[in-house]
């Protein structure tokens, strides 16, 4: 039933039954057909990265996915900073943390989202942060993340799987990247579904560790060979404790807590007795639960030195210039 009622959903909107609104400046939307785990956070910042430095005033838009407020939210003018992450959601929160001179702002209706960041802080262009299925606002791109690790036709549609749409809805997409992409599973991108699109090949690597209280830097290769406690609350945990292993870090446990988790004091306790029973040098998590653990005071990390947190950055393995092509089309 669910299955039948996304097909009667996509062919309303490739009939244009749906009326589709505009707001006078590019619109680029980064999604994916899955439900999570394609690395599409490191790749919006790597995207915006390149609008920045293109000297474009960019405004991203996103829905806040399980924020705990409703309607407009603007989490960063491009000069100060508003929300936590439990109230802007974790993902906006920590793009306008690293991004201070983007607009961020947060709205379950992105047509009207758009319209602010165009009229009142004259965005130059749109970034449109999970908006493959987001249909009612206009746009110049669609870039869809796929998992080059796992076929897509061996995922079946919610709610049985984690596939948002048919995967003949790639037929909208204007380029496809193919993350978490190895010499060892290229042959991933010959896909028949989308062997035939623009496509891109990207990996995601660790760059930089950080202590969460104090933000201080720590060189990966100070870190290689100790001891860790390794948890996170992402879509794809299994690719964080790899991130773990990569940069030498030998783990004692790995906790894994459900996608966009609270945390709350009585996880902190656990993870530190853990730590000290097995007498782990570090605890180590993504920057997206730091975010999350920064914005909860009541966890009240303090000064602990313990907590750390991996950045990760998006390393293009082939086809960038498809990309290229794609933005000077906008640009």
């Not at 919006?44 to 996915?65: M, N, P, Q, T």
């Not at 047509?111 to 110049?140: C, P, T, Y």
């Not at 007498?279 to 997206?288: G, L």
């Amino acid at each position: 039933m669910y299955g039948a009622i996304i097909l009667i959903r996509n062919w309303c909107y490739d009939r244009n039954i749906f009326q589709i609104e505009r707001v006078g400046v590019p619109v680029i939307a980064v999604g994916n057909l899955t439900t999570g785990g394609t690395g599409k956070t490191p790749f919006v910042e790597y995207l915006l990265k390149f609008l920045l430095d293109s000297k474009k005033k960019v405004a991203i838009l996103s829905r806040g996915y399980k924020r705990s407020t409703r309607g407009t939210i603007v989490v960063s003018n491009g000069k100060t900073l508003a929300g936590t992450a439990e109230t802007v959601g974790d993902e906006p929160y920590q793009i306008a943390r690293k991004f201070p001179t983007a607009i961020v702002i947060v709205d379950e209706r992105r047509s009207r989202a758009a319209k602010i960041a165009v009229e009142h802080h004259k965005a130059e262009i749109i970034l449109l942060d999970d908006g493959f299925q987001h249909r009612s606002l206009g746009r110049d791109i669609d870039i869809v993340m796929i998992d080059g690790r796992t076929p897509l036709r061996s995922i079946p549609l919610l709610p049985a799987g984690l596939r948002r749409e048919p995967l003949a809805a790639l037929r909208r997409a204007d380029l496809i990247v193919l993350s978490w992409m190895t010499d060892s599973n290229a042959q991933s991108r010959t896909d028949k579904h989308y062997a035939s699109l623009p496509s891109m090949s990207v990996r995601f690597m660790p760059k930089r560790l950080y202590q969460i209280s104090t933000g201080t830097l720590i060189p990966l290769s100070e870190v290689y060979g100790k001891t860790c406690i390794g948890f996170c609350g992402i879509g794809n945990p299994q690719s964080f404790r790899k991130t773990l292993e990569e940069i030498g870090l030998t783990i004692k446990e790995f906790l894994i807590f459900p996608d966009h988790y609270t945390y709350v004091h009585t996880d902190l306790k656990n993870i530190m007795m853990r730590r000290e029973n097995s007498h782990a040098q570090m605890i180590v998590t993504t920057e997206k639960d730091a975010v999350r653990l920064l914005s909860t005071p009541q966890l009240a990390l303090g000064g602990s030195e313990v907590f750390h947190y991996v950045e990760i950055e998006t390393e293009v393995v082939e086809g960038e210039n498809r990309l290229y092509e794609l933005l000077r089309t906008v640009l």
